[in-house]
Structure formats: structure tokens, C-alpha cells
């Protein structure tokens, strides 16, 4: 077991005890590995990088319509409560000579999710980062999350969606593109 790890699960005892939990009974004896593993993974994406997520599934290609991958699951935590957030994004960009492997587009949208975010933050970083990476003539994110900081300390109304959006290039000069977009992902299947 790694020092990292076992750091963690001293942690997760102390947290137990300070919740007023007994870590000695049985149905906990295992909470604290189990939270620490948990973490590990949900916080991942801070150990990947996007070179070796795009793997060269850059290509050249003349296509130049818009392309969209909708419906994107997602899944991450907030910053100000260590609380999950999660629900559906939109990713579209339209290329200028370069496209890049439909299945990199969810993968860079985990990345981003598997660390402490805001979802604002997160919608740009998604953006910027295609952008950076395909030079197209715009890209448009769209998030759509449920916050659990909000419905289970019942901030907010239950069903309530948080959406945020990050536009660049043709999305956000071009309103008939932005249009053609958001008409896209409100679609019903
Ligand atoms: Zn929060």
C-alpha cells in the first residue's frame, strides 16, 4: 500500500470519528479503504494529460461542417463542498482542416470531471482545450449538472439543472451557427 493511500484512510477514520461514527464496527472497518480507493479514482484526472488521451487521433480532413457530440455523461465534484455534480455535456466545434477521433471528445470531458471543479470552470476548460488542440473555427460547450451541495442541503429545488456554456470562434460571432447548435442538442432522440 502506498503512503498516499494510507494517508487517505487515516483521514477518512479521523473524519468518522468527528461525525460522531464509530470506525471500530464492523460495517466501517472497511469504509476507510474503500473511501480511499474511491477518491483515488474520482480524482484522476489530475495524473492525465491531453497528449496522451488524444494518442494522435488528429487528422486532416476538408470537412467543415459542424460536428457535435451530444449527451456526453459526465460526473464530478464540487470544489466548495467535496460533493458530486454530474449530468449531460455538449461539445461541438467546427473544423478548419483538422478533425479529431469522435471518442477523444468524452474522454477529454472525464479528464476535466475527475478533479475539484466549478462547473463554469469546467465548460471553459473543456473549450479551450479542443481549441488549443484542433485550431477549428470555433467550439461550443454546453453543461447541463445536477449539484448535490444544493439538492441534499436542500439549497435549491430538487429537479433544479445547473447549465453553462463556453462559446468560441464562429459560436460565439455568428448567431445562426450558435443557433444551428443549440438547436442540435435540444433535440429529442
Ligand atoms: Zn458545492
Not at 476538408?62 to 470544489?79: A, G, K, N, P, Q
Not at 455538449?90 to 468524452?106: N, Q, R, T
Request: with cysteine; charged share 30%; hydrophobic share 40%.
Amino acid at each position: 500500500m502506498n503512503k498516499d493511500r494510507q494517508n487517505l484512510e487515516k483521514l477518512i477514520e479521523q473524519l468518522l470519528i468527528e461525525i460522531g461514527e464509530d470506525p471500530k464496527r464492523e460495517g466501517l472497518l472497511k469504509t476507510p479503504s474503500r473511501v480511499a480507493a474511491a477518491w483515488e479514482f474520482l480524482a484522476n484526472g489530475y495524473q492525465r494529460d491531453i497528449n496522451s488521451i488524444i494518442n494522435d487521433a488528429i487528422f486532416k480532413e476538408s470537412y467543415d461542417e459542424m460536428v457535435t457530440v451530444r449527451d456526453i455523461e459526465f460526473f464530478s465534484l464540487c470544489e466548495h463542498h467535496l460533493l458530486p455534480f454530474f449530468g449531460k455535456a455538449h461539445v461541438a466545434y467546427i473544423p478548419d482542416g483538422k478533425i479529431i477521433g469522435l471518442s477523444k471528445i468524452p474522454r477529454i470531458v472525464e479528464m476535466f470531471g475527475r478533479r475539484l471543479q466549478v462547473q463554469e470552470r469546467m465548460t471553459k476548460e473543456i473549450a479551450e482545450t479542443l481549441n488549443d488542440v484542433l485550431q477549428p473555427k470555433g467550439v461550443a460547450v454546453v453543461l447541463e449538472g445536477r449539484h448535490l451541495c444544493m439538492q441534499m442541503r436542500g439549497v435549491e429545488k430538487k429537479n433544479s439543472y445547473a447549465t453553462t456554456s463556453f462559446m468560441v470562434g464562429l459560436f460565439r460571432e455568428d448567431a445562426r451557427t450558435r443557433k444551428e447548435f443549440l438547436d442540435i442538442i435540444s433535440m429529442k432522440n
